[in-house]
């Protein structure tokens, strides 16, 4: 079981980002996807999820700019109106052997993790 996250990379303040999670060797629709980012000296946050059903969940850190979606073949994050605070490492992760008909926003019970993919925003 692996999660890939991609897209990550340097943009300005103000512009638009978009980040993929793609896994290998489950499902993907059968389990909630979590995003989450790691900041330079903070701790790891959880910002978003995504349900097995597709029910979106929000940190009020991000909600009204990102959009979290799926498709059969992975989870997409799209940020939009970034700030110079939204740079992080951010990373995917799946609840994944554990099926559950919501999305947690916090660290467990998600069980596998992507290896992150670095955002940088330029003011």
């Known amino acids: 079981v692996q999660l890939q996250a991609s897209g990550g990379g340097l943009v300005q303040s103000g512009g638009s980002l978009r980040l993929s999670c793609a896994p290998s060797?489950?499902?993907?629709?059968?389990?909630?996807i979590g995003w989450f980012r790691q900041a330079p000296g903070k701790e790891r946050e959880a910002i978003s999820c995504?349900?097995?059903?597709?029910n979106p969940s929000y940190s009020n850190s991000v909600k009204g700019r990102f959009t979290i979606s799926r498709d059969k073949n992975a989870v997409y994050l799209e940020m939009i109106s970034v700030t110079p605070d939204d740079t992080a490492v951010y990373y995917c992760?799946?609840?994944?052997?554990?099926?559950?008909?919501?999305?947690?926003?916090?660290?467990?019970?998600?069980?596998?993790w992507g290896q992150g993919t670095l955002v940088t925003v330029s003011s």
């Open positions: 060797g489950f499902f993907l629709n059968g389990y909630p």
């Open positions: 992760a799946t609840t994944y052997p554990d099926v559950r008909t919501g999305c947690p926003l916090a660290e467990p019970p998600y069980n596998y």
């Open positions: 995504i349900s097995m059903n597709g």
